[in-house]
Each structure stands twice: as structure tokens, then as C-alpha cells.
């Protein structure tokens, strides 16, 4: 893009700047969109899993609810509670927004189809993540309230303590794929397993690293069973109980936001991205935005699938999994992994 | 262009906020300006092309100490009125640490500018190999040349950890400890009773 932009008559700089901010726009526009309709879809799933019909008024099928919620939601009154502390009762939101759209710039939607094609991407994406628990704890604690403030508290240990085996199970496949660059561990997933399945989750050291990172990514996006922080039986609706109008949607659709980028970097990391889940050429023709977006709809599915039928955890099962089991068991799978690694691919 | 806006935006924002954390008056406050001092540091970072530096800044400090001190501050019930009575006594100990970290900073980049060090071109160019990313250069230094001093460092988080969990576990008595495996190994059948109690009288379990 900024090579044709440099033919408009620009330095390349500008060339550059103006490219970016295209990109950007170019992912953050159909995002926001995806994230509306998503939000339909995990109602739609939800309801008929409980044999429900859910949305189904606001346009053809009810698709047109969410737009609905968002119109109705904008035109409510923004209420900053007097004992709260404005300044930063103001800005949470925004940060677990904007922390919600920040890690896309590094996931290919395609070869080569990414905005920072940076050589540390993966860090990139945990450096990003772990600044969302700061959208979070400001909510509580500004909101002056102790409800909020619970929550907080447990959003945040929640999502601290889900990172740590993130960590240690982005390294596994870091050490597998020999690069952090997220580009390039698609690339190295190409016949991964007897040259004919393309992804890490076909390989048996790493697929149960994959079933940890689905079960952490729930938990680190605070979706069923591990929603305790909107535990409506004891915590009213969570830290954004204080929140109204634009200020409230922007948590809800920085959440979904965050549950798709979930969805996609399973996709990216586990399961192939943009490459067919065979590498046959007959399924080279179907583009790899298609297989990516696929991908990312199917894991989509997943959780509201989890949503709808997994009974909510205990906080303390829930700490318990983390450190207890999770930790130990991706800290020995690191050593596995780069054990077997050790004998067969870098064997002296 | 672009590299010198950027530059000049993350170096004022860095010092500015470096600043209002020491001087805002609500200690919340002050953490979360330093957390945007360590973002834009992490800025800085990779304009200077140390990508992997600045993604190391942001995971630990911000992701990791920050939230730590953000959590202990809001919990603390802290005097303000208390705090900054101690400023005057303290304030000779707080120009001798401000000193000596000048003086550090004055001689690491004194040695840098001078050559002694082999880190790279003194104009801070070419501070790695060409065609190799950030990390293996790192890495490779880290696990050759420095390898022993790589492994003191992690021995010494290894006892500090354990330390801080020695001083704060402490064995209660009156705790009472749950057993997961029996509790997922209750099946309904031994779990639940079938009593059929006589009018007037109770049910013993």
C-alpha cells in the first residue's frame, strides 16, 4: 500500500504514515462491524442451545440488533457517580478499548497481509494483553463502589494469572516455529504433521498445549465458565456496574473485541491461520482470508458453545487451575518441547 | 521526519510524566503516570530498534510490576498529610541517590561514547550484527559470553522468590484445607441420603 501511494506523488514517509493509517482503518472498521454481529451470533447461539429464539425483531432475523443496542445505548445520558474519580472513571474505558484493538495489527489475515509485519509480534501480542488489565482495575477503583471494586480484584488476578501459562504456552510454539514473528509461524505450520496437516494442533507435544491455551483464553477473556467477575449473584454486573451510555459499550464491545482476538490467535497459532487445514492444492483456491476468517468464526462458535453449557467455576477452582495445574504442566511441556526439539532438530 | 516526531513525542511525554508521578498528590495517580513513563520508554525503546527490549519493558514492567504497585497503593489506606511531612528529613538520603544515579549514567554513557565496551558503534549505530533480528543477538550474547551471569541473575530471583514466600506463608492451625480429589470423587449416590423421618421427631446425620 505504500508503494501506491508513493505513485500519488508522496515522499515515502508520508507515503508510509498515510498506508498506516489505511490499514489501520482497514482493520479497525470491519472489526467494530464483526464485533456487532458477533455479539447477535453469540445471542443467536446462545438462545438456541436453550431452545430459545433470541434476537429476532430488529431487521431480517434480528440481525440488525446489536446496531439497535448500540443506537439505544448512545443515546443515554453518560452518569459519572459523584464519589467516583472522574478523570480516570473516564479513561478506563477507553484503554480497554483501544488495548482491544492494538493487538490486531500484528495477526496476518492473509500472506503478508498484516499491518506490523514486526519481528517480535508474539511479544507484541502478550505485551498488549497484559495492558488490559488496566482498563479493568481503573473501572473498579475509580467507580467507588465496592461491587466494582471486587470485581476488579478478581478481573485482574484472574487475567494476571491466566497470562503466566500463556506465556509459557506461546513459548512452546515459539520454539517449535523458531520465530516470533506472527507471519512466519503460520509459514512454518505448512505440513506441519506428516506433511499433510497444516497446524500445531496435529502435533501430539503440542495439542495439549492447545486444549491449555483454549481453556486460558476463556479465562483470560473473562468468558463463561470463568466470568466470575459479572458473578451476578454476587457482584451485581461487574467492574462496569457504574458505567452508563457510550462509556458501558465501550467495555462490551472492547470484551467481544477481545474474545475474536482469542478466537484468532488460536487460529494463527494452533490451527494454521490462513492456510488450509490440509495442505492439498485443490484447498490453495479458497483464499486464506476465508480459511482465516473460518477459523476464527469456528472458535467463535466454540465459546458461546462454552457459554451455553459449561456451569460457572469457583474463584478458588479457578485460581487452583491456573497455578496448580496449568503452571506446572506448560512449565514441563516447555521442557519437553525443547528437549525433543534438542534431539532432533538441533542434535550436535 | 516521522522518526523525529516520534522521537520528540515519546521523549517529552516520557520525562513529563516521569515528573507528575513524583509531583501528583493522589498516589493512584502517580502509578499510572509511571506506567505511561514505562510505555513511552518502551517508545524509545524501538525507535532505537531494541523491538525486543521495549516488548520486554511493556510484559514486565508494565504488565507485571505496575499492576503489583497499582494493587498494593489502592489497597493501602495511605495518609497523604503523613507522607509528605517526612520530605524535608528525607531529603538529604534523596539527593544522594539522585546524585549517584547521575553519576551512573554519566559514566555508563562516558564508557559507551569512549569505546570500551564492545556494545556497538559509539554513534549508536550498528549496536547489532546486521541480518540478524534482536532476539538472536541477544540471545546468542546471553547464552555465550554472559552465560554465568545470566544464571546468577535467575538464581538470585529463584531465592528471592522463594524468600518472599517463606516471609509471608505463615501455617494457621484453625485453616481447613480443602481436598479436591475427594471432591471430585463424590458420586451422588454416597453423597446423598435417603431418610424417611417420623412426624415429630428430627433426622440424625
Known amino acids: ?348 | 521526519m516521522i522518526h523525529v516526531i516520534a522521537f520528540y513525542l515519546f521523549a517529552v511525554m516520557t520525562i513529563a510524566s516521569g515528573a507528575i508521578t513524583i509531583l501528583s498528590r493522589n498516589p493512584v495517580h502517580s502509578v499510572l503516570w509511571l506506567i505511561l513513563a514505562f510505555f513511552n520508554a518502551a517508545g524509545l525503546m524501538i525507535l532505537v530498534g531494541a523491538e525486543f527490549i521495549a516488548m520486554l519493558l511493556v510484559i514486565v514492567y508494565v504488565g507485571a510490576v505496575a499492576v503489583l504497585f497499582l494493587f498494593v497503593v489502592m489497597m493501602l489506606d495511605i495518609d497523604f498529610a503523613e507522607l509528605r511531612a517526612g520530605f524535608v528529613k528525607n531529603f538529604p538520603l534523596g539527593m544522594l541517590v539522585a546524585i549517584v544515579l547521575l553519576a551512573e549514567m554519566v559514566l555508563g554513557i562516558g564508557a559507551y561514547k569512549t569505546g570500551a565496551l564492545q556494545l556497538g558503534a559509539p554513534d549508536g549505530t550498528a549496536a547489532q550484527p546486521a541480518g540478524t533480528s534482536n532476539i538472536e543477538a541477544i540471545g546468542a550474547l546471553l547464552y555465550s559470553r554472559y552465560l554465568f551471569l545470566f544464571e546468577a541473575a535467575g538464581l538470585i530471583l529463584l531465592v528471592a522468590m522463594i524468600g518472599a514466600i517463606v516471609l509471608t506463608h505463615r501455617q494457621r492451625g484453625d485453616t481447613r484445607g480443602q481436598k479436591i480429589s475427594k471432591q471430585i470423587s463424590r458420586r451422588p449416590d454416597e453423597a446423598t441420603v435417603n431418610v424417611k423421618p417420623e412426624v415429630g421427631k428430627g433426622v440424625s446425620l
Open chain 1, 1 to 348: 500500500m505504500t508503494a501506491f501511494f508513493q505513485t500519488l506523488g508522496m515522499s515515502y514517509e508520508w507515503a508510509w504514515f498515510v498506508a498506516t493509517i489505511c490499514g489501520i482503518l482497514l482493520i479497525a472498521l470491519p472489526l467494530l462491524l464483526g464485533v456487532a454481529m458477533i455479539i447477535y451470533a453469540d445471542r443467536k447461539i446462545w438462545a438456541a442451545m436453550a431452545l430459545r429464539r433470541g434476537p429476532n425483531v430488529v431487521g431480517p432475523f434480528g440481525l440488525l440488533q446489536s446496531f439497535a443496542d448500540g443506537l439505544k445505548v448512545f443515546l443515554q445520558e453518560t452518569i459519572v457517580p459523584s464519589a467516583a474519580n472522574k478523570g480516570i472513571f473516564l479513561i478506563a474505558p477507553v484503554v480497554t478499548f483501544t488495548v482491544a484493538l492494538m493487538a490486531w495489527a500484528v495477526i496476518p489475515f492473509n500472506s503478508g497481509a498484516v499491518l506490523a509485519d514486526i519481528n517480535v509480534g508474539l511479544l507484541y501480542v502478550l505485551a498488549i494483553s497484559s495492558l488490559g488489565v488496566y482498563g479493568t482495575i481503573m473501572a473498579g477503583w475509580a467507580s467507588n463502589s465496592k461491587y466494582p471494586f471486587f470485581s476488579a480484584m478478581r478481573a485482574s488476578a484472574q487475567m494476571i494469572s491466566y497470562e503466566v501459562s500463556i506465556g509459557f504456552i506461546l513459548i512452546c510454539v515459539v520454539l517449535w516455529a523458531g520465530t516470533f514473528n506472527m507471519n512466519d509461524i503460520v509459514k512454518a505450520q505448512e505440513g506441519h504433521v506428516l506433511g499433510i496437516f497444516n497446524g500445531f494442533v496435529f502435533n501430539p507435544l503440542l495439542f495439549p498445549m492447545w486444549v491449555m491455551f483454549l481453556i486460558s483464553s476463556l479465562a483470560e477473556t473473562q468468558r463463561a465458565p470463568f466470568d466470575l467477575t459479572e458473578a451476578e449473584s454476587e457482584l451485581v454486573a461487574g467492574y462496569q456496574t457504574e458505567y452508563s451510555s457510550m462509556a458501558f459499550a465501550a467495555y462490551w464491545l472492547g470484551e467481544y473485541a477481545n474474545v475474536l482476538l482469542m478466537c484468532a490467535l488460536n487460529a494463527t497459532l494452533f490451527w494454521g491461520g490462513w492456510l488450509p487445514p490440509l495442505d492439498i492444492p485443490v484447498l490453495y483456491l479458497v483464499p486464506g482470508f476465508v480459511w482465516f476468517l473460518l477459523k476464527v468464526l469456528f472458535f467463535f462458535f466454540v465459546f458461546s458453545w462454552v457459554k451455553a453449557t459449561v456451569p460457572r467455576y469457583r474463584y478458588d477452582q479457578l485460581m487452583r487451575l491456573g497455578w496448580k495445574v496449568f503452571l506446572p504442566v506448560s512449565l514441563g511441556f516447555v521442557v519437553v518441547v525443547s528437549g525433543y526439539l534438542m534431539l532432533t532438530r538441533y542434535a550436535v
